[in-house]
């Protein structure tokens, strides 16, 4: 949030009035505020790494302090595409899909060695790599990783919401961007 000296236009005996009862900040910072803590993900688990998903929800990790704790097992109300394990050339089609699928804003983590680089499969049937089918915002290594490097992914993914552009959509579906 953004501190009332830091508004311009903002006069000392305005700040000294607001001081006690407003909290001014940028449209922009507010909504990504909002955003980064309201990541509703969409878990494409397909292998072992499956597991340390799972694991993200128990008590010593507790993803929900990130407020990134309920899937969504339909991509149109996901934002966060999580996909989770080795994925197939003859999956590539599907996942892509799944993409297309989710609304903008949208955001993608190759969670773990797998998803991000084909792990240690060297063969024609696994991708190498789920970035060259969809853009990925964020890559966790480890097989499998460990919840705490998938956390500090996600904290990396927080910031990288934060930083961005915000896009609205008004009411005549036109992308307004708020900068
Ligand atoms: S990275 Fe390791 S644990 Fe994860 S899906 Fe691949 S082989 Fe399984």
Redesign the pocket.
């Known amino acids: 949030m953004a501190n009332i000296k830091q508004i311009s236009g903002v006069g000392k005996g305005d700040e000294a009035m607001l001081a006690d009862t407003a909290i001014l900040t940028r449209l922009d910072k507010a909504v990504g505020w909002a955003r980064k803590f309201s990541i509703f993900p969409y878990p494409f688990a ?7 998903y799972m694991v993200l929800s128990t008590t010593p990790y507790d993803i929900d302090r990130f407020g990134a704790l309920l899937p969504r097992f339909t991509p149109r109300q996901a934002d966060l595409l999580m996909v ?3 994925v197939t050339v003859r999956q590539g089609p599907i996942l892509r899909r799944v993409y297309d699928q989710m609304a903008e804003p949208k955001w993608v983590m190759a ?6 680089t084909g ?3 060297d063969n024609y049937s696994t991708l190498p790599g789920i970035d060259r089918i969809i853009p990925v915002d964020v890559y966790v290594p ?4 460990r919840p705490e490097g998938v956390l500090d992914g996600l904290m990396a993914l927080q910031r990288k919401i934060q930083s961005q552009k915000q896009k609205l959509i008004d009411r005549r579906d036109e992308t307004v961007v708020v900068s």
């Open positions: 397909t292998a072992c790494c499956a597991m340390e989770v394990g080795t969670f773990g060695a797998c998803a991000s792990g240690f499969y480890g097989c499998p990783p």
